[in-house]
Every structure is written in structure tokens, then in C-alpha cells.
């Protein structure tokens, strides 16, 4: 599953971050580092961009961007999803 797949409210622990140099360069300056726990808080009114918390503080990322971003689900205790939380 990739960032931009979350809905607004849910989050997800970082696995890898992707991307040409640069862009991989500039995710992993901002905070975007694997087992990082990211929520995604709101969305632009047409969606992109997104707005992310994330070690804190609030980051608006492109959805272009966030694809690159694989993630997986994170869940408090049992969710709707029917999987444990995993630590």
C-alpha cells in the first residue's frame, strides 16, 4: 500500500521511500524515514495535496509524491480491517 492510499484520519508506518534521487533525497530531509508513523490529517479540496502529521509537525505533501511512499496500515489494538496491531 502507497501514502497516497490512506484516507484522511488513518495511518500507517513507513516501509520504504522510493523516487528519482532527488525526490528520495528531499522525502527522507523532511522526516519520511522508514518506521516513521504518519496520519494523514486533511486533504485539498480537489484532493491533492495532502496534509500529513508526522514527528510532530505538519507537512503538505503531492499525491504524486506520496505514491512513492509505501506503507503499512497502522492499527490501535483490533481495527475494522480484522488485523492486530503488529509491533
Known amino acids: 500500500m502507497t501514502l497516497n492510499e490512506l ?11 522510493g523516487g528519482e534521487k532527488a525526490l528520495r533525497r528531499r522525502l527522507l530531509d523532511m522526516g519520511i524515514t522508514p518506521r516513521t ?3 494523514v490529517k486533511k486533504a ?10 508526522l514527528r510532530g509537525y505538519v507537512l503538505s505533501l ?7 511512499i509505501t506503507i503499512e496500515e497502522e492499527c490501535d489494538g483490533l481495527c475494522p480491517c480484522g488485523k492486530s496491531k503488529q509491533r
Open 7 to 17: 484516507n484522511i484520519g488513518e495511518s500507517g508506518r513507513v516501509l520504504t521511500v
Open 37 to 39: 508513523i504518519i496520519t
Open 44 to 53: 485539498a479540496p480537489m484532493g491533492d495535496p495532502i496534509e500529513l502529521l
Open 62 to 68: 503531492r499525491l504524486e509524491d506520496a505514491e512513492k
